[in-house]
Structure formats: C-alpha cells, structure tokens
C-alpha cells in the first residue's frame, strides 16, 4: 500500500487522486477489519480532505463505521448524516440510513444505561434531561429505519432493517408500529 501511495502522491493528475483516495479507503476498512479503528479513522481523513466526489460518501460512511466500533455514536451519527447527504444512490441511501438507525439505537442504549445510574443516585434533574435526549434519539432511530426501508430493494438489507426496528420497539417497549414505510 504505501508503496502504491508515494506513486499516486508522487504524479498530480487528476485520475491519480481519485485512485489515491480509493486505496486510502480500501486501506482504512482493512485496519477496521482488523479492530484499529484509530487508524482507519486517520486514513479516512485524508480521503476527506482530498475532497473526491463520488469517494467522499464512501469514506463518510466507513468513517461512520470505525466511529461507530469506537462506540463515538456522536460522531457515527454525523458521519452517516453527511453520508446521506452526499449520495443519491437508492442502494447506498438505505444502507446509510440503516446505520444511522443503528448508531441512534446504541445512543439510546447507552442513554438507558446512563438514566438507571442516575435513578440509584437520586438525581431527578439529569434523569429528566437523560430521558428527553433519549426520547429524541429514539425518535430518530425510529425515523431512519422506516427512511432505509423506503430506499431498499435488497431483501436482506429489508430483513435486517426490520429487525433492527423491531429489536428497538421491543427493547423500548414501543407500541406495534407499522412496520412497512407509508
């Protein structure tokens, strides 16, 4: 790889960045394989800051993942955001906005968490703020769910956004939804 980057860095044609930003992506979602997302998160920056159109979705999304087994769902959440914003690819829409839902999800867990702690101290005041910013990104995570389903025709990215939606009613305790987008 780096061998492959000092030659790509080395030419300034227009082609070579595009293939340099590639190869950074390609390089960064194997160290997320491997579990150094701290790395993957650094290669991905320098995708970013190349500023190569249709490769920027593609590193905001990887970026959203290292953030995401980071458990940085803050940060997750913005990549993913940026993402959607970035593409209009009804396929890439939907995985995007699956893990979006995911990163809310996990927002919401660790908000539930928080909130029980908070509960056995007795602080009433952080236990109402902790529900509002839950409630707010379940909300969310509710929405971005039914937003993947309305872009997917891939009938295993349906079944694992349906089952990601219904994990998050049933963990919530959420009354039966509908759970085809209207």
Same mark, same amino acid.
């Given at each position: 790889?780096?061998?492959?980057?000092?030659?790509?860095?080395?030419?300034?044609?227009?082609?070579?960045?595009?293939?340099?930003?590639?190869?950074?992506?390609?390089?960064?979602?194997?160290?997320?394989?491997?579990? %150094?997302?701290? %790395?993957?998160?650094?290669?991905?920056?320098? #995708?970013?800051?190349?500023?190569?159109?249709?490769?920027?979705?593609?590193?905001?999304? $990887?970026?959203?993942?290292?953030?995401?087994?980071?458990?940085?769902?803050?940060?997750?959440?913005?990549?993913?955001?940026?993402?959607?914003?970035?593409?209009?690819?009804?396929?890439?829409?939907?995985?995007?906005?699956?893990?979006?839902?995911?990163?809310?999800?996990?927002? #919401?867990?660790?908000?539930?968490?928080?909130?029980?702690?908070?509960?056995?101290?007795? +602080?009433?005041?952080? #236990?109402?703020?902790?529900?509002?910013?839950?409630? %707010?990104?379940?909300?969310?995570?509710?929405?971005?769910?039914?937003?993947?389903? $309305?872009?997917? +025709?891939? $009938?295993?990215?349906?079944?694992?956004?349906?089952?990601?939606?219904?994990?998050?009613?049933?963990?919530? +305790?959420?009354?039966?939804?509908?759970?085809?987008?209207?």
């Amino acid at each position: 790889w780096q061998q492959a980057i000092r030659i790509y860095q080395s030419q300034n044609r227009p082609e070579n960045k595009e293939n340099l930003a590639r190869l950074l992506i390609d390089q960064a979602q194997a160290y997320s394989a491997l579990g %150094q997302q701290q %790395q993957a998160i650094i290669l991905l920056q320098k #995708v970013l800051a190349l500023g190569e159109g249709e490769l920027l979705q593609l590193a905001r999304g $990887s970026l959203g993942n290292a953030y995401f087994a980071l458990g940085e769902y803050k940060r997750a959440i913005a990549a993913y955001q940026e993402s959607i914003r970035l593409t209009q690819n009804p396929q890439i829409l939907a995985s995007s906005w699956m893990n979006l839902g995911n990163a809310f999800t996990r927002s #919401v867990e660790r908000y539930q968490r928080q909130i029980k702690i908070e509960k056995e101290e007795g +602080n009433t005041t952080e #236990v109402s703020r902790l529900e509002k910013l839950k409630a %707010q990104d379940l909300s969310e995570a509710y929405l971005a769910y039914q937003k993947s389903l $309305s872009f997917t +025709n891939d $009938s295993f990215l349906k079944a694992q956004t349906l089952l990601n939606l219904g994990h998050l009613e049933l963990s919530n +305790n959420l009354p039966d939804h509908p759970l085809e987008p209207q």
